[in-house]
Every structure is written in structure tokens, then in C-alpha cells.
């Protein structure tokens, strides 16, 4: 597979000025979107794992042991992606305000659906962003999952089996994957405004980011006509966990594409498509990567190896209607 540094010009540039560094968010929180039905979708993300928050017009979803939603729903005719909030570092959210001022980006009050604390504003496709206080919910402690791999013997006197788990119950999000039609335009606000930082890229076509060292990406973007969500992705604790949650899913009518491992970010996962044409995701052992880490521009497969990718998987289902709230 060919692979290059990504040069200077493949990241989007931050604001001009040098006197004013670009602040920058510590994660992904969550996302909001409104879907057809409420009953359904608790009913889907309740078999997928997620637990009940918030609800009420809004319904919320959260990982086990999770102090906040990390799903928000409301109720609409179409599905749509409607908000995404990050984290801000306890006393920068002023810092930011003024970052986006001087970015040309105008502070909007929130969307009455979504409403929340923090700062309130559009990117380039329309989507809300809500930048609040606080940081990625780092989930519950995994149980150990040693494995036994040739003369490395990391579990004596322990049964495997007996460890593995009655469901999938994911341990947090770990990233969200978006339609859009300007990749570049995305790419430069996210980038030069947000302060994200590019992973990996595959040409005009998909770029995968991180806010802070660890996973391999916590936000991509992948060219689609129009804005729309491609998947969230949720982490459980291992491959028994992961094939577990995939069994329950497809016994629960809800069959997906999997198991495989994927090429930029190197996670093994498993994704099931939500009942409105949309994916969601569970994966483990996903690539970690710290201010060292040099992005690429690569030609790299979806699945290094995998069933076959469903054609379903690279088409954009999600309404182009504009989104009112």
C-alpha cells in the first residue's frame, strides 16, 4: 500500500494572526440527531448496549457508568445529524468565544431541542456545535482481557470462558464519522477553528482526526453530496464482547458487517445499521497515537481483511431536507 507524509498543505491552517493560538478542544462528548421514532430507537440502542438517560422530548442514551448523555434524540420526520458537542478545558471556554470572534464565527443562541450549557454555533454544513466545559467520559475500567499468543502466556489458571461476558456493554464513545459535501471545508473549520488534529487521510475522499494523544482518531469526515451521519463508534472490552453484541443485535433483526480489522485506526469491529440507514459500530484494540505520531496520505483498504464491505455501507441515506429546530 503507498503511503506519503501528509505535507503541510493536506492540514487545514489555523488563523493567521500568531499572537492568538488556536485553543483547542480536549474531545467528543456526544451527538444529537432527530430521528422518526423515539420507541424505535430506544428499543435499537437499548439491544446495542446503551443505557436510558435524559428523557422526555429528548431522549438520552450513555454508556454504562456514564455521568453525562452521549446520545441526544428527538423526534422529527426525517433522521438527521443535528448537533455535535466537544469538551473545553475547565476555565477556556472565554478563550474560545474570542478564538471564534476573531474566526469570523458567529454565536447563536442554542437550538430549543438541544439546548444546553457552553458556546452555541454552525459549521460549514449547517450542523450545530456546542463547545461546553468538561471532558470525554473515559468509561468504566475493562476487565482484563489477556490473551494466550504463542510462548506469551498472559492468563495461567484462569478459564477464559468463564470470563466472558453476558452482553455488549459499551465502555464509551470513541468516535463519530460524518457526511459532508466540502471535505475541505470541513477539514480547515474543524482543524483551523476547533484545533483538531489530522490522523490520516485518504486523498478528497476520507480524513480522520484526534483532539488530544490517544485513539488513532475521535472524528472523521468522508465526502457524501450532503451532510449526514456515516457512524458513531463505541468501544467494548474485548472480541468476546464485540461478538457478543453483534449476536444479540442479529437475533434482535438487526444483522450487520463484521468482524474485520480496519486500516487507518487498525481497530477490529463489527457495525450494525441503524434503522434509518445509518451505521453504528462496536470496536476494540483500536490504534493509540501520541504528538509524534506523523499523518498520511494512504491508499489503505477499509478492512485489512473482513467479509465483504456491503454496498449499503458507502451510501449516504440520510435526509438532505433542511433541519429545523
Keep these: 500500500m503507498p503511503s506519503r507524509s501528509a505535507a503541510p498543505s493536506d492540514a487545514p491552517p489555523g488563523p493567521a494572526d500568531s499572537r492568538h493560538p488556536v485553543p483547542t478542544v480536549n474531545g467528543v462528548l456526544g451527538y444529537g440527531m432527530t430521528v422518526p421514532s423515539l420507541d424505535t430507537a430506544d428499543g435499537f440502542l437499548g439491544t446495542f448496549g446503551l443505557r436510558r438517560g435524559g428523557h422526555g422530548d429528548t431522549l438520552g442514551f450513555r454508556c454504562d457508568g456514564a455521568a453525562f448523555d452521549q446520545v441526544s434524540l428527538v423526534e422529527a420526520p426525517h433522521k438527521r445529524i443535528a448537533c455535535l458537542a466537544f469538551g473545553v478545558d475547565p476555565g477556556r471556554l472565554g478563550d474560545f468565544a474570542r478564538h471564534l470572534e476573531r474566526s469570523g464565527v458567529r454565536l447563536l443562541d442554542p437550538p430549543a431541542a438541544f439546548a444546553g450549557p457552553g458556546l452555541w454555533f454552525r459549521d460549514p454544513e449547517g450542523v450545530w456545535v456546542n463547545l461546553r466545559e468538561g471532558a470525554p467520559d473515559p468509561g468504566r475500567p475493562m476487565p482484563d482481557t489477556s490473551l494466550n499468543t504463542g510462548a506469551r502466556h498472559a492468563r495461567v489458571d484462569r478459564a477464559a470462558w468463564a470470563e466472558t461476558p453476558d452482553a455488549a456493554r459499551p465502555h464509551r464513545l470513541g468516535h463519530v464519522l460524518l457526511y459532508v459535501r ?13 484545533g483538531f488534529r489530522l490522523s490520516d487521510r485518504t486523498g478528497d475522499i476520507l480524513s480522520f482526526w484526534h483532539a488530544r494523544p490517544g485513539d488513532h482518531h475521535t472524528l472523521g469526515f468522508v465526502r ?10 463505541w468501544e467494548v472490552s474485548g472480541l468476546d464482547a464485540l461478538m457478543i453484541g453483534t449476536r444479540d443485535m442479529a437475533a434482535a433483526g438487526h444483522p450487520g458487517w463484521g468482524l474485520g480489522r480496519h486500516g487507518l485506526g487498525s481497530n477490529l469491529f463489527t457495525y450494525v445499521p441503524d434503522p434509518w440507514g445509518s451505521w453504528i459500530e462496536y470496536f476494540t484494540d483500536i490504534d493509540q497515537i501520541t504528538d509524534a505520531w506523523q499523518p498520511r496520505d494512504i491508499d489503505c483498504p477499509t478492512a485489512m481483511w473482513g467479509p465483504p464491505m456491503p454496498e449499503a455501507f458507502i451510501v449516504n441515506s440520510e435526509s438532505d431536507e433542511p433541519l429545523a429546530l
Design 182 to 194: 466540502d471535505l475541505g471545508a470541513a477539514e480547515r473549520f474543524y482543524g483551523g477553528v476547533l
Design 224 to 233: 457524501g453530496g450532503h451532510v449526514g451521519l456515516h457512524h458513531s463508534s
